[in-house]
């Protein structure tokens, strides 16, 4: 069981590029999510989905892009990449909804100059 | 929405004494309340969380405590270990429409051997 991967680990775009962070979980769970973490701050949520093809907005969506179309992944697409989307990103996922145990990835460092 | 404090951003803390961290939460319909523990290039952990209907919860040598009259909640860590050295997230679910986590900022805890 390798729970929740997340490709690339590190990553610097420039300005106006694009790009998509993969996320694949092997737990066969409904519910995915992807934060991003600021320094000195929590984790917000950018987008979830409760299954395969339904996806929801998070507190902070603008400027991505996420969809579902199997249960085990969710790319998340970040499009004219701008420097206030610099952060760590990280995918979860849970077997029920946001009030139960997440199981959280390693994380996608992106820099954007 | 929901707004969560988390207090103190840092704590050191001698090997063997006892950690206190503090969230307070704005939302009462909040009603799951869980902690993470994010060590250094990791993605967060869950290690304890509580529903509304309970006051208190033990695991080992952590616990939390809730007081939904002062919508505050607490972690303890008892007989603290080099190794809980790491970055603690608390967090609150509000049942309804928003169905997503809020999370605290963080408190980074060092274990001074």
């Known amino acids: ?113 | 929405g929901e707004n969560v404090e988390q207090h103190p951003s840092t704590l050191s803390v001698q090997e063997g004494d006892s950690a206190v961290i503090k969230c307070t939460y704005s939302d009462s319909a909040s009603n799951y309340f869980p902690w993470y523990k994010q060590e250094l290039g990791k993605g967060p952990q869950l290690i304890i969380d509580i529903r509304s209907n309970v006051g208190e919860k033990k695991d080992q040598r952590i616990a939390v405590t809730l007081n939904k009259t002062a919508k505050h909640f607490s972690l303890h860590i008892t007989e603290t270990q080099p190794e809980d050295s790491a970055v603690y997230f608390c967090a609150a679910f509000v049942s309804g429409s928003a169905r997503q986590l809020t999370f605290g900022s963080g408190t980074q805890l060092t274990v001074l051997p």
């Open chain 1, 1 to 113: 069981n390798a729970g929740v991967t997340q490709t690339p680990k590190f990553r610097i775009l420039k300005i106006g590029q694009s790009m998509t962070l993969q996320c694949t979980q092997d737990m066969n769970h409904n519910y995915m999510y992807w934060y991003r973490q600021d320094p000195g701050m929590g984790l917000k949520l950018i987008y979830y989905s409760v299954g395969a093809g339904i996806t929801d907005k998070g507190e902070v969506p603008n400027g991505y892009n996420v969809s579902r179309s199997t249960t085990e992944d969710f790319p998340l697409r970040l499009e004219l990449a701008a420097p206030s989307q610099t952060s760590v990103y990280f995918c979860a996922s849970s077997l029920q909804g946001a009030d139960y145990e997440q199981y959280f990835g390693p994380g996608t460092r992106l820099t954007v100059t």
